[in-house]
């Protein structure tokens, strides 16, 4: 019986790992499957980003993980711009942080 063929040299997919042709078809169908997902994401981060917001703002507007938007963000630096800071005050004793705020570039 002949093994199934599969295209796993589509450039628009991150890389495919594994040793096994099971295993190299698992990481296809997960990088297909995160490339859809990416796309839409991208598309709901660039509306968020109309108005300037922060990463932990974009967060929690679009349910993703921080980790994940910080992902994305990187997919669009060349379409977004820091536009200020926001303070972050954590106490007493405690020192303040800064959160840049981004936006999609007129």
């Known amino acids: 019986m002949a093994q199934p063929s599969f295209d ?39 509306q968020l980003w109309r108005e300037p917001r922060t990463l932990n703002e974009i967060s929690v507007l679009s349910g993703l993980p921080v980790s994940s938007v910080c992902s994305l963000k990187k997919a669009l630096e060349d379409e977004l711009e820091v536009v200020d800071f926001e303070t972050i005050e954590w106490g007493s004793g405690r020192r303040a942080t800064k959160r840049c705020r981004w936006r999609l570039r007129a």
């Open 8 to 46: 796993f040299s589509r450039a628009d997919l991150p890389p495919i790992n594994g040793r096994t042709v099971k295993a190299r078809h698992a990481s296809y169908t997960g990088a297909v499957h995160a490339l859809k997902s990416r796309s839409a994401n991208l598309v709901a981060l660039r």
